[in-house]
Antibody, heavy 120, light 113 residues
Framework: QVQLEQSGAEVTKPGSSVQVSCKTS????????ISWVRQAPGQGLEWMGR????????TYAQKFQGRVTITADKSTNTVYMELRRLRSDDTAVFYC?????????????WGQGTLVTVSS | QSALTQPASVSGSPGQSITISCSGI?????????VSWYQQLPGKAPKLIIH???KRPSGVSHRFSGSYSGNTASLTISGLQAADEAAYYC?????????????FGSGTEVTVL
């Protein structure tokens, strides 16, 4: 069974940064792209960006350009999402998800989600 | 690009069929291949229930079906059950190459009366 294991909940202050990790299997890391999706409390889903882990090539949603960085660590098969200059409205659950071939237009497996709370 | 448009809520009685629309999809030929649907139970991660517009992943009930017409994709749930109470989101890939991305719909809460 495909598993995406995310890091634990974070509480952080406005203006700071947060990094969320998503550990995958070697097969997933080497053969699939990984996306990040944000969900604010009581709100809908927002796609933030994706990465081709074996190449380390990210693509970002325009809304998050300049504030988000998605990276991948081959040694641990882990994908990371860093969001900077946090605001209170960044409080959300962040999910990593595996892009489904052939179009990478759907997400077939999801991490459990990581709650990031931004509060002074 | 703004979120795709879905009705905020849809309700039905057990056994009935309901349809959730998702408008704003590209009308380009083959764009339905880029449409997917997700079910999200409270406090849980979304679950893929339809991909490439009409295909069901293994293990997803046949009661869920996808369709597409013009700029609108639709999800139909037949034989509505209490377990179907959840939020449902459509999603479409937009753009091409390294400028491509994904856009979700605004989400629809399904209530079983």
């Amino acid at each position: 069974q495909v598993q995406l294991e995310q890091s634990g909940a974070e509480v952080t202050k406005p203006g700071s940064s947060v990094q969320v990790s998503c550990k995958t299997s070697g097969d997933t890391f080497n053969r699939y792209t990984i996306s990040w999706v944000r969900q604010a409390p009581g709100q809908g889903l927002e796609w933030m960006g994706r990465i081709i882990p074996i190449l380390g090539e990210p693509t970002y949603a325009q809304k998050f350009q300049g504030r988000v960085t998605i990276t991948a660590d081959k040694s641990t098969n882990t994908v990371y999402m860093e969001l900077r200059r946090l605001r209170s409205d960044d409080t959300a659950v962040f999910y990593c998800a595996r892009d489904q071939p052939p179009y990478a237009a759907s997400f077939d497996f999801w991490g459990q989600g990581t709650l990031v709370t931004v509060s002074s | 690009q703004s979120a795709l448009t879905q009705p905020a809520s849809v309700s039905g009685s057990p056994g009935q069929s309901i349809t959730i629309s998702c408008s704003g999809i590209s009308s380009d030929v083959g764009s339905y291949n880029f449409v997917s649907w997700y079910q999200q139970l409270p406090g849980k991660a979304p679950k893929l229930i339809i991909h490439e517009g009409i295909k069901r992943p293994s293990g997803v009930s046949h009661r869920f079906s996808g369709s597409y017409s013009g700029n609108t994709a639709s999800l139909t749930i037949s034989g509505l059950q209490a377990a179907d109470e959840a939020a449902y989101y459509c999603c479409s890939k937009v753009g091409s190459g390294n400028k491509s991305g994904n856009i979700f719909g605004s989400g629809t809460e399904v209530t079983v009366l």
